[in-house]
C-alpha cells in the first residue's frame, strides 16, 4: 500500500533549524499535491504548507510564512520542509500528505488521501 515516511525531526534549540524529509512510496508521486501539517498535544491538526504536484505553486501558514520553505523532488519521491527561525510554538508532531485533487481543493487535512507517521519537533526555549 501507498506509504509516506517522514524523518528529520528532533530537539532543537528556539532560533535553530531543521529539515524535514518525506519519502513517498506506492504512488505516482508526480500527480500528486503534498502537504504538512502538524498537531501540538492537545490541538487539532493544523496546516503547515502545501506545494503542487510541480512544485510551482506553494502555500503557507501565516504563522510559518518566511520561516519555512516546502519543496519537492519528483525524480526521488519526496517533499521537504525546511524550517529556520524555529519558535517553541511550532513544537508539534509533524506529519506529510498527499492530495490527489491536486492544491486548488484547500488546506484542509480532508481533502488528503494519504498520511505519514509523523515525527516530532521540539523547540526548547
Known amino acids: 500500500q501507498v506509504q509516506l515516511v517522514e524523518s528529520g525531526g528532533g530537539l532543537v534549540q528556539a532560533g535553530g533549524s531543521l529539515r524535514l524529509t518525506c519519502v513517498a512510496s506506492r504512488l505516482t508521486f508526480s500527480v500528486y499535491a503534498m502537504g504538512w501539517f502538524r498537531q501540538a498535544p492537545g490541538k487539532e491538526r493544523e496546516f503547515v504548507a502545501r506545494?503542487?504536484?510541480?512544485?510551482?505553486?506553494?502555500d503557507y501558514d501565516d504563522s510559518v510564512k518566511g520561516r519555512f520553505t516546502i519543496s519537492r523532488n519528483n525524480a526521488r519521491n519526496t517533499i521537504y520542509l525546511q524550517m529556520n527561525s524555529l519558535k517553541p510554538e511550532d513544537t508539534a508532531v509533524y506529519y506529510c500528505?498527499?492530495?490527489?485533487?491536486?492544491?486548488?481543493?484547500?488546506?484542509?487535512?480532508?481533502?488528503?488521501?494519504?498520511w505519514g507517521q509523523g515525527t516530532q519537533v521540539t523547540v526548547s526555549s
Open positions: 500528505a498527499a492530495n490527489r485533487l491536486g492544491i486548488g481543493t484547500g488546506r484542509s487535512p480532508s481533502v488528503y488521501e494519504y
Open positions: 506545494i503542487s504536484w510541480s512544485g510551482g505553486t506553494t
